[in-house]
């Protein structure tokens, strides 16, 4: 097994086009998934689609036959680890930013995630997904985690994502969304299935279904999901202005922690959705609430200049000039008295 070059090891031919390559990798995934490939060849397997589904790196071992088939544990990638060694992929992620748990390869752009449910490793999706990764970071040809679940087969990894985060309606380089990328009819089913989910179409910021269809429901405006995330946490992490305006319209809590005791205000700053945090402050959101990693929303901004500067700005406003307003609009006292 070792003396098999690349095109060997994924049962193609050096003149097939880059989708052969991609249909063989889905093939082997299917058959390592199966228990039909043992994991020490679908890790040679996993060696070869990386050189050759990469325009550079397929040229380089054309042009010379050399390629990466084998690693130390020390040198492998987040991305790597998400695919072959999870229990590696937890020990290297212990206590990580979630920049780090949403690393992007610097050619390929994808994430950990990505690679993980590209293979269908749902466990790996869980630990990265209820770690901060972003379901819908897009890698090179703006394909998402969902979009690769949905071409490579795997209905399990399709529904986790989407009740997790990831949008239905993120459209590739190809035009197609996820659900446009598969040719497995119980997929399809899957998708228009739990495209009646309220948090689904929160994530997917699909304002006409909650003002035609979730006012129908009687459901509670502050209900959590699996991940103890509010609707209004849902659009405030996408940066959905408007969704986010009508669900304060209709009575969200501002305040409501996630999981990782992220407010609505947390996952707004950090993702950079400037016009959603001054929305939240001005409405009366706290500033002043630690997640788990003892963060404030204007700690989280720290890629954000503009977001940082925006705090600045509403703290000097002399008291926001908004003392007495009402009882949303408390942000001056807020930012004045530690809320533990």
């Known amino acids: 097994m070792t003396d098999k070059i690349p095109y060997q090891l994924l049962d193609v031919d050096s003149e097939d086009d880059e989708l052969t390559i991609r249909l063989a990798y889905r093939d082997k995934i299917f058959l390592y998934n199966k228990k039909s490939i043992?994991?020490?060849?679908?890790?040679?397997?996993?060696?070869?689609?990386?050189?050759?589904?990469d325009y550079d790196k397929r040229k380089h071992y054309n042009n010379t036959k050399q390629w990466t088939k084998d690693l130390m544990p020390k040198d492998y990638t987040l991305q790597q680890l998400a695919v072959e060694d999870l229990q590696l992929l937890k020990i290297k992620l212990q206590d990580a930013t979630i920049r780090e748990v949403n690393a992007q390869d610097p050619i390929t752009g994808h994430t950990p995630l990505y690679c993980a449910a590209r293979i269908g490793h749902l466990e790996a999706c869980k630990f990265l997904v209820e770690n901060g990764a972003e379901p819908d970071l897009c890698q090179r040809t703006?394909?998402?985690?969902?979009?690769?679940?949905?071409?490579?087969?795997?209905?399990?990894?399709?529904?986790?994502?989407?009740?997790?985060?990831?949008?239905?309606n993120v459209?590739?380089?190809?035009?197609?969304?996820?659900?446009?990328?598969?040719?497995?009819?119980?997929?399809?089913?899957?998708?228009?299935?739990?495209?009646?989910?309220?948090?689904?179409?929160?994530?997917?910021?699909?304002?006409?279904?909650?003002?035609?269809?979730?006012?129908?429901?009687?459901?509670?405006?502050?209900?959590?999901?699996?991940?103890?995330?509010?609707?209004?946490?849902?659009?405030?992490k996408k940066g959905y202005l408007e969704l986010e305006q009508w669900l304060v319209d209709n009575d969200a809590n501002l305040d409501i922690v996630d999981k990782h005791l992220n407010s609505p205000l947390h996952v707004a700053a950090s993702n950079g959705h400037r016009k959603v945090v001054e929305y939240l402050?001005?409405?009366?959101?706290?500033?002043?609430?630690?997640?788990?990693?003892?963060?404030?929303?204007?700690?989280?901004?720290?890629?954000?200049?503009?977001?940082?500067?925006?705090?600045?700005?509403?703290?000097?406003k002399n008291s926001f000039?908004?003392?007495?307003?009402?009882?949303?609009?408390m942000v001056s006292i807020l930012f004045s008295e530690k809320v533990y």
């Open 38 to 53: 043992a994991k020490k060849e679908f890790i040679l397997i996993n060696r070869a689609y990386e050189t050759l589904s």
């Open 142 to 168: 703006k394909s998402t985690a969902l979009h690769a679940a949905s071409f490579f087969g795997h209905p399990n990894v399709v529904k986790y994502l989407l009740q997790s985060g990831a949008s239905y």
């Open 171 to 236: 459209k590739n380089n190809f035009n197609n969304i996820p659900k446009n990328e598969t040719d497995s009819q119980q997929i399809v089913n899957l998708f228009t299935e739990l495209e009646e989910d309220p948090f689904v179409q929160a994530f997917a910021g699909n304002l006409d279904y909650f003002k035609n269809d979730y006012v129908k429901l009687e459901r509670h405006i502050d209900e959590q999901n699996h991940l103890r995330q509010t609707l209004l946490n849902c659009a405030s």
């Open 281 to 316: 402050l001005n409405k009366g959101a706290n500033p002043n609430l630690y997640n788990k990693w003892a963060a404030t929303a204007e700690d989280e901004a720290t890629n954000h200049p503009d977001i940082i500067q925006l705090f600045k700005e509403m703290k000097e």
């Open 321 to 329: 000039e908004m003392a007495g307003r009402g009882k949303h609009d």
